[in-house]
């Protein structure tokens, strides 16, 4: 069955072309200083990182449009800047990634967010935040809703990328999605850990990691404790509680669950090497949205969202799918 799925993804990975997805949520700036710790420092008793190399890399929901991009889609973002030189490094990554169809907000109350982080080789020494996570104002969440509301007749499919960095409410998911309902466009949603339920009410599939589903349970007063059979049950509860027959849980090594409708599926992992997970939900979701919109099963779409995550758990740092990269991916594994 796995060599029969693959070999399908491959043959129909082409359709992808084209689809359009929004991606509504936060978004950020993945700064890296990489280089090599030889000394500890003498005004304390931490490492001194000489730093070899530096980059700018998108992040949280930008990740996801470039992501989209690479793997052959098209996206139009909706997200919150700040009044800051960062929301300016922001636009050139977008067009940089070829992510050109944009509306970014911006917020003088808070600034773009961005991450810092320190490596040495493959060891993540620190890392430093830049963000303010309070809810955006009421002027900017309005703005948010009438850009993205515009957007919807005009895309396939809609991704909500929960960050909690600020973007996403009740108001605004809620009339999202009750507007792609009326649209007939299908919701993806990526959770925070802990927002409430109630903001994800009536999407089409949300697909929370382990982690995730387990902190997003504990809102529906259930104790589980973290096994495969819990598993399966956390994912009934949560698909249960948001009112959609569709749920994807993913397991990272252990690969994935699919919820679809009364049947649940484990599908396995295709990573060969883990070297950083960040952005692999990212990857996902992008992934899946663009199957979906192109017309693929919901278990299609979950094969599809595994390769693409093997391709970048394998490198350092938040980077895309490329769409050459992947189609050698699964090849290989076809071999």
């Known amino acids: 069955m796995i060599i029969e799925n693959a070999k399908w993804v491959l043959e129909h990975i082409s359709e992808l072309a084209g689809k359009k997805v ?10 890296y ?36 991009h690479s793997l052959g889609g098209m996206c139009h973002l909706v997200s919150v800047v700040g009044a800051d030189t960062a ?11 070829h992510v050109g169809s944009y509306d970014l907000v911006v917020d003088g109350e808070r600034p773009t967010t961005r991450k810092m982080r320190l490596l040495s ?20 969440k309005a703005e948010l809703i009438h850009k993205a509301v515009q957007a919807i007749p005009n895309y396939d499919i809609m991704i909500l990328q929960d960050y909690s960095k600020g973007v996403m409410d009740v108001e605004l998911a809620q009339q999202l999605i009750q507007k792609c309902r009326e649209h007939n466009k299908k919701v993806l949603v990526d959770p925070y850990k802990t927002t409430p339920l109630n903001y994800y009410k ?17 809102q529906l007063e259930v104790t589980l404790t973290d096994n495969n059979e819990n598993v399966d049950k956390v994912g009934k509860l949560l698909k249960s509680a948001i009112n959609s027959e569709n749920m ?16 649940t599926k484990h599908l396995p992992t295709f990573a060969q090497n883990v070297f950083d997970v960040t952005g692999a939900g990212d990857t996902v979701i992008s992934a899946m949205g663009l199957a979906l919109a192109a017309g693929w099963s919901l278990e299609k779409a979950c094969y599809l969202a595994n390769f693409a995550a093997g391709v970048v758990v394998g490198k350092i740092g938040c980077v895309p799918c490329d769409l050459a990269e992947l189609r050698a991916f699964i090849s290989k594994h076809l071999e």
């Open 87 to 97: 929301a300016g490094d922001m636009k050139a990554l977008l067009k940089n990634h």
């Open 22 to 31: 929004l991606v509504v949520g936060d978004i950020g700036i993945d700064m």
């Open 248 to 263: 994807v849980v993913t397991l990272g090594s252990q690969g994935m669950k699919l919820f679809e409708g009364n049947t």
């Open 33 to 68: 200083l990489m280089g090599e710790v030889k000394r500890l420092s003498p005004e304390a008793p931490v490492p001194v990182l000489d730093v070899a190399s530096e980059s700018q890399r998108l992040g949280l929901a930008a990740n996801v449009a470039q992501n989209i």
């Open 202 to 218: 009536g999407a089409f599939l949300m697909t929370p990691n382990r982690d995730e589903a387990f902190s997003l349970a504990r």
């Open 121 to 140: 080789g493959q060891h993540h020494i620190a890392r430093v935040d830049f963000e303010k996570s309070q809810p955006v104002g009421e002027k900017v």
